[in-house]
């Protein structure tokens, strides 16, 4: 398997390219994001998908997907910085300057047309986060799409402004006598996605979903990637 497609059916390595692509740039993405990464988006490596991308920062992220799409992919970036000298000069990526929940910059990026894919390397805000969800999710993703939350231990470092301690209760797990609700951290990020299991969860005894249609989600070491349902 290389980093360079020899016709229509073969297979970029996205690891091989995220490996030329930034050296030992500290923003690259964590080796086990792109082995997920890789593993999930095999499927739409060969299509016409849409993408979105909440945070852009140096725009190696966006180089990365161009490649692995093998420029059959139309990508967006938003960042609230402007657009870095990096980003792709190509009629099929664009870029917007302004926030991860900004309802105007969203609609701008969609111009109409639902996303298949959306990355959130934002802010690691939960409240901000869970904004851009909302706002994305129920009508501007494709059913069968993927989302993914990228860095969901910000809730947990002493510096980052979604902690907060009193919240964070470590508690055993399964010993006699313990109470039915568990003591869980419900801070930023983490607290979030623990929301968005309630939403996946709660409808199912009636069969049916609520306006987040989550098929599934998949958490792994600080991330999470959630599919719509069909």
């Known amino acids: 398997m290389g980093d360079t497609p020899t016709g229509n059916d073969a297979r970029v390595d996205l690891i091989a390219v995220a490996d030329r692509l930034y050296g030992d740039d500290l923003s690259r993405k964590p080796l086990t994001y792109l082995v997920e990464y890789d593993r999930i988006f095999q499927s739409f490596q060969d299509k016409p998908i849409r993408l979105l991308e909440l945070g852009v920062q140096n725009g190696l992220s966006i180089l990365m997907w161009q490649e692995y799409f093998q420029g059959r992919a139309e990508v967006v970036g938003i960042d609230v910085s402007p657009k870095p000298a990096t980003f792709p000069e190509d009629p099929r990526f664009s870029f917007l300057q302004g926030g991860q ?115 599934s989600m998949l958490i792994k070491t600080n991330i999470a990637y959630i599919r719509k349902a069909l």
């Not at 986060?129 to 231990?153: H, K, M, Q």
């Not at 006699?176 to 801070?187: D, K, T, V, Y």
């Open 101 to 215: 929940d900004d309802p105007v910059v969203i609609a701008a990026a969609c111009d109409g047309r639902p996303f298949d894919v959306i990355i959130d390397d934002a802010s690691h805000l939960g409240f901000l986060t869970a904004r851009s969800f909302a706002l994305l999710f129920p009508t501007l993703l494709n059913p069968g799409g993927v989302y993914v939350i990228e860095d969901i231990c910000t809730a947990f470092t002493s510096s980052g402004a979604d902690f907060d301690c009193t919240d964070y209760c470590p508690a055993e797990i399964g010993l006699p006598g313990s109470p039915r609700i568990f003591p869980s951290h419900h801070h930023g990020m983490v607290g979030f996605v623990k929301q968005l299991i309630d939403h996946a969860m709660g409808p199912t005894a009636a069969g049916g979903y609520t306006r987040y249609a989550i098929e």
